[in-house]
């Protein structure tokens, strides 16, 4: 396995296209465990009403838009991404909160 290199010292596509591969295996590892907090949270709220949880939201997203603007990076484009991703993890609680429930 190529070890990739700093986005700075990349000369070639070859070489962007591996840090980009290696970025999105530790992406995806990231993923799988904040998932697991999803699961966690579908096992522990009593009611599904509080699986969406608005003010939550708004929470996250603020945090990456602060964390956005500190590293340099447009928030605005950081913001969409994890306003689906939140999306996504919602949707996610919610279906592991009616499974947990259906199996008692």
């Given at each position: 396995?190529?070890?990739?290199?700093?986005?700075?010292h990349c000369e070639?596509?070859?070489?962007v296209r591996?840090?980009?591969?290696?970025?999105?295996?530790?992406l995806?590892a990231?993923?799988?465990?904040?998932?697991?907090y999803?699961d966690?949270?579908?096992?522990i709220?009593?009611?599904?009403?509080t699986?969406?949880?608005e003010?939550?939201k708004?929470?996250?997203?603020?945090?990456v838009?602060r964390?956005a603007e500190?590293?340099g990076?447009?928030p605005?484009?950081l913001?969409?991404?994890?306003?689906e991703?939140?999306?996504?993890s919602?949707?996610?609680?919610?279906?592991?909160?009616d499974q947990?429930?259906?199996?008692?």
């Amino acid at each position: 396995m190529t070890v990739a290199k700093l986005p700075e010292h990349c000369e070639t596509m070859t070489e962007v296209r591996v840090g980009v591969d290696e970025v999105d295996r530790a992406l995806v590892a990231l993923l799988v465990r904040r998932f697991g907090y999803m699961d966690a949270a579908a096992r522990i709220k009593t009611e599904r009403g509080t699986v969406r949880d608005e003010a939550r939201k708004a929470q996250v997203l603020d945090n990456v838009v602060r964390a956005a603007e500190a590293a340099g990076l447009t928030p605005e484009r950081l913001r969409a991404v994890w306003n689906e991703l939140v999306e996504q993890s919602i949707a996610h609680e919610m279906i592991m909160w009616d499974q947990i429930r259906a199996n008692r």
